[in-house]
């Protein structure tokens, strides 16, 4: 299992107060039905290790199946739920200096991360944990 992965099930394991289900890839296989190509590293070894992520209390956070992925607009790649309604996408259109599709609010453009890891990671637990509005620019008082 990947290191970033092990890290986050230990800290939602950590966190008593979660409602979540991770179901793991047993099978370790891979079916992108999007008729996608040139699929980064990171995202076929996380679905070679993982089916699934589903948060619904404190906040709702969800990584779709891979089976449930589809691509929008010929661009994004539909693979993550923030709070039901803000879709997360990778942004198919370009690798990153990381050799990864950036990570996007569909509705907005915004980049939310350049990595999967740091999506999984970072990310998802200032949303899980304190609410950050990770989806959008957040506005700073100086």
């Given amino acids: 299992m990947l290191p970033y992965i092990q890290s986050f099930i230990k800290a939602i394991e950590k966190r008593n107060t979660l409602v979540y289900e991770i179901i793991l890839n047993e099978k ?53 739920y923030i709070d039901e309604t803000n879709k997360i996408a990778f942004d198919t259109s370009y690798k990153n200096s990381a050799n990864e599709w950036d990570i996007v609010n569909i509705e907005s453009d915004f980049v939310i991360t350049k990595t999967l890891a740091g999506y999984i990671t970072n990310k998802s637990l200032a949303w899980i944990d304190r609410g950050r509005k990770i989806w959008k620019e957040e506005l700073h008082d100086i």
């Avoid at 039905?33 to 996380?46: A, K, L, Q, R």
């Avoid at 089976?67 to 539909?78: A, G, H, R, S």
């Fill in 28 to 80: 370790n296989d891979l079916n992108f039905n999007n008729h996608i190509s040139d699929i980064p590293e990171s995202i076929t070894n996380f679905y070679l290790t993982i089916n699934s992520i589903k948060i619904s209390s404190p906040r709702y956070f969800e990584i779709l199946p891979v089976q449930e992925l589809k691509i929008i607009n010929q661009k994004y790649l539909l693979f993550s």
